[in-house]
């Protein structure tokens, strides 16, 4: 059914495992910090597509900052989707994996946020030209950075995470695109930790 053992990886039942441990109001602060600094650097948006939104934690910060944006998400897991849909109906929802997905129409933004470390390396150029296509204008790209590529282990299991400089891939695969601006998020933050995280503002100027 799926491409790639990533994508089964995330559909069965280790993605239904993931969203147990990541719901919780700890999130809800550290999401409205990180979006509220990252769209503080953009401007007219009124449309946003996220790519691997699982139930939506993401999408509700982006909501109370953003109230009058039409958002989009795209989820291969069936039952993040299924809490997704329930908690924000409003949002149009792909239940898809990111490489089955065909935008069909651009938005102001496209984002992504630990989800490009989970995809298969080798998949990757498709992923980016999807989010590429997704997007009218802006790219945000919140992930694990490494100047080089490298696998990590990722809780017992071998070829499930990766980090890289995504942004860099991106600018380099679109040249239309510049780089607006970036920040690092730090799990010892004494007020917003979460994820060491580092996001990516791009824009196409082509």
């Known amino acids: 059914m799926y491409q790639t053992e990533q994508e089964e990886f995330w559909a069965g039942e280790f993605g239904d495992q993931y969203i147990a441990r990541n719901t919780g109001s700890a999130l809800v602060g550290g999401n409205l910090n990180l979006f509220s600094r990252v769209l503080s650097r953009t401007s007219g948006v009124s449309s946003l597509i996220e790519f691997g939104a699982n139930i939506g934690n993401n999408l509700r910060a982006i909501a109370q900052l953003l109230p009058d944006c039409e958002l989009a998400a795209v989820e291969i897991n069936a039952a993040a989707a299924q809490q997704l849909a329930e908690a924000l109906p409003a949002v149009h929802l792909h239940h898809s994996s990111l490489l089955e997905f065909e935008p069909d129409r651009s938005y102001d933004v496209a984002l992504t946020k630990g989800v490009l470390i989970h995809i298969n390396p080798d998949a990757l150029p498709v992923v980016y030209d999807k989010l590429y296509a997704a997007s009218s204008r802006y790219l945000v790209v919140c ?18 995470l990766f980090k890289r400089d995504f942004a860099g891939d991106l600018l380099e695969r679109h040249p239309d695109l510049a780089l607006v601006d970036y920040g690092f998020n730090y799990r010892r933050d004494p007020v917003f930790p979460m994820d060491d995280l580092t996001w990516f503002l791009l824009e196409k100027r082509g």
């Open 143 to 160: 992930e694990y950075y490494s100047p080089v590529p490298q696998e990590i282990g990722y809780r017992g299991h071998d070829g499930k």
